[in-house]
């Protein structure tokens, strides 16, 4: 009756003990996975640099002029250096004017757009 316990508590030892090192094993995967997750988080840009990142981009959006305008009577496009056109062919979008078939030319902004 001995060999029988004594290879029963051999087998429940073994089994503890593999059991035991695999636990080990996932434990220690999880924090290099958690080490690695950090190091990518430490190489994107911190809140306060994207903040300034934003505000350059908003800065550049509201000062700079788009490339075009699409309205349902076509697309104007930037005019840095705009055309004289009778005062019934522009529409100023910062005073709410509407554009129509006969528009030529937009002001958004303070900017000059022309059909072409």
Do not use: H
């Amino acid at each position: 009756m001995d060999k029988k316990y004594l290879r029963r508590a051999t087998i429940i030892a073994a089994s503890c003990l593999v059991l035991m090192s695999a636990l080990f094993i996932v434990r220690e995967l999880i924090v290099n996975n958690q080490v690695e997750d950090s190091t990518i988080n430490d190489t994107t840009p911190s809140k306060k640099a994207l903040s300034d990142w934003q505000n350059e981009y908003n800065r550049k959006a509201r000062t700079e002029p788009a490339e075009r305008v699409v309205t349902e009577y076509g697309d104007f496009y930037y005019a840095p250096f705009p055309k004289q056109f009778p005062r019934d062919e522009v529409a100023n979008l910062d005073i709410e004017e509407e554009v129509t078939k006969d528009t030529n030319q937009v002001i958004v902004r303070g900017n000059f757009y022309e059909k072409k």
